[in-house]
């Protein structure tokens, strides 16, 4: 299994930015696919979750109402929309992967990860 996140980059406050991440090596719609984020200095965190048909789907309550999670099972694609980016979402985006139909938020759920992608909001 394989990930790969792009998209990331600089932008202002309150501008948005569309990260992809394409799997391959798995048959997508298996799997529940993750957003996680780290700033410098600090821990890993949850940022948004969902399954196959969005039927679990799951955001951390910093990004509810700017961030959406969506995918593309025949492409093997999820995609993570930003809008109304803020200083504080600057991190560096993972994407992960794990088989099953629940999303959940705890980092230790997710066997596969990609490659991080730098965000950047200058204020």
């Known amino acids: 299994v394989q990930l790969q996140a792009s998209g990331g980059g600089s932008v202002q406050a309150g501008g948005s930015l569309r990260l992809p991440c394409a799997a391959s090596?798995?048959?997508?719609?298996?799997?529940?696919s993750a957003w996680f984020r780290q700033a410098p200095g600090q821990e890993r965190e949850f940022v948004a979750a969902?399954?196959?048909?969005?039927?679990?789907?799951d955001y951390a309550d910093s990004v509810k109402g700017r961030f959406t999670i969506s995918r593309d099972n025949a492409k093997k694609t999820v995609f993570l929309q930003m809008n109304s980016l803020k200083p504080e979402d600057t991190a560096v985006y993972y994407c992960a992967a794990n088989p099953g139909f629940l999303s959940d938020p705890r980092l230790a759920t997710y066997h596969y990860w990609g490659q991080g992608t730098q965000v950047t909001v200058s204020s």
């Open positions: 090596g798995l048959v997508f719609s298996w799997y529940t």
């Open positions: 969902n399954t196959d048909n969005a039927r679990s789907t």
